[in-house]
Antibody, heavy 123, light 107 residues
Framework: QVQLQQWGAGLLKPSETLSLTCAVY????????WSWIRQPPGKGLEWIGE???????NYNPSLKSRVTISVDTSKNQFSLKLSSVTAADTAVYYC?????????????????WGQGTLVTVSS | DIQMTQSPSSLSASVGDRVTITCRAS??????LAWYQQKPGKVPKLLIY???TLQSGVPSRFSGSGSGTDFTLTISSLQPEDVATYYC?????????FGQGTKVEIK
């Protein structure tokens, strides 16, 4: 059974860098799309970005200048860094995996999700 | 970027009712459309991919249709456990934008 377990700092000050890591247990790491999504309190889902099977990344244009997604295949982990955070970045952050192992965009739908991490930005 | 617009933003229906949620893309996305269910306080769950294919384990009362720019999610007979917010998401190209969500409640 595939499980995604995520962790990182839950309270940040404005201008700091958000850093989250997601570890994958019980399944292969290679050959999938890996995404980060966030959800401000009481609001909808916002896609942050993805890294695919070949290590290529795509980011939401609204966050692109501040976001880095990377992979450590030796540890079956992938990470999110978001720099220069403000109160507007306060949200629950989720990691997620494409539902299918395939080198195709058809494999992008997010079939497995981490438990979510609430990140609060406050001075 | 392609925008995804869901309607309605919320609805209230009786148990057993047929419920339809619409998702419209600002440009054609073929059938690269997924639907997710998020119950209160829970993690989103994939319901449908490729616009109309039910994810394994999802009850058959859920169905999806559409292609191009207009898509629908239908619950054929609303159950109490279906109370949730439903999101569509395009995935033909980045950014993989979500719709704003439709909150479904029981009347």
């Amino acid at each position: 059974q595939v499980q995604l377990q995520q962790w990182g700092a839950g309270l940040l000050k404005p201008s700091e860098t958000l850093s989250l890591t997601c570890a994958v247990y019980g399944g292969s790491f290679s050959g999938y799309y890996w995404s980060w999504i966030r959800q401000p309190p009481g609001k909808g889902l916002e896609w942050i970005g993805e890294i695919n099977h070949s290590g290529s990344t795509n980011y939401n244009p609204s966050l692109k200048s501040r976001v880095t997604i990377s992979v450590d295949t030796s540890k079956n982990q992938f990470s999110l860094k978001l720099s220069s955070v403000t109160a507007a970045d306060t949200a629950v952050y989720y990691c997620a995996r494409g539902f299918l192992r395939a080198q195709s965009i058809a494999a992008r739908p997010l079939g497995y999700w981490g438990q979510g991490t609430l990140v609060t930005v406050s001075s | 970027d392609i925008q995804m617009t869901q309607s309605p933003s919320s609805l209230s229906a009786s148990v057993g009712d047929r419920v339809t949620i619409t998702c419209r893309a600002s440009q054609g996305i073929s059938n690269y459309l997924a639907w997710y269910q998020q119950k209160p306080g829970k993690v989103p769950k994939l319901l449908i991919y490729a616009a109309s294919t039910l994810q394994s384990g999802v009850p058959s009362r859920f169905s999806g249709s559409g292609s191009g720019t207009d898509f629908t999610l239908t619950i054929s007979s609303l159950q109490p456990e279906d109370v949730a917010t439903y999101y569509c998401q395009k995935y033909n190209s980045a950014p993989l934008t979500f719709g704003q969500g439709t909150k479904v409640e029981i009347k």
